[in-house]
Nanobody, 128 residues
Framework: QLAESGGGLVQAGDSLKLSCAAS?????????MGWFRQAPGKEREFVAAQTWSGGNTYYTDSAQGRFTLARDNAKDTLYLQMSSLKPEDTARYYCAADPSIIERGGTYYSDYRYYVYWGQGTQVTVSS
């Protein structure tokens, strides 16, 4: 199971750190992990992902340089540090886990269809 937290209402330019706590028989270290977001009336959008080994991290263009994905395998927790937030970042943010331990490219990890486990999401609202 995945459980996101850390969302909230912030102003443009602020920072926010999302967490995704994993629980279950398999450690977070056995999964490729991703962050996605979905705004009302829009499709689910890729934000960031990391291979199961942690060797490669991918970001969408809008997140590159502002968001940082990190994981703490000892705590079975995934993070998304977001800075310089913009109103267009407003969305519900979801973490997701892909049990494949085959290293693939960024195109694969940006496709939400490959992720098997999903959290319930946490709302991020950025006011202008």
């Amino acid at each position: 199971q995945l459980a996101e937290s850390g969302g909230g209402l912030v102003q443009a330019g602020d920072s926010l750190k999302l967490s995704c706590a994993a629980s279950g028989p398999r450690s977070l270290s056995n999964f490729a992990m991703g962050w996605f977001r979905q705004a009302p009336g829009k499709e689910r959008e890729f934000v960031a992902a990391q291979t199961w080994s942690g060797g490669n991290t991918y970001y969408t263009d809008s997140a590159q340089g502002r968001f940082t994905l990190a994981r703490d395998n000892a705590k079975d927790t995934l993070y998304l540090q977001m800075s310089s937030l913009k109103p267009e970042d407003t969305a519900r943010y979801y973490c997701a886990a892909d049990p494949s331990i085959i290293e693939r490219g960024g195109t694969y990890y940006s496709d939400y269809r490959y992720y098997v486990y999903w959290g319930q999401g946490t709302q991020v609202t950025v006011s202008s």
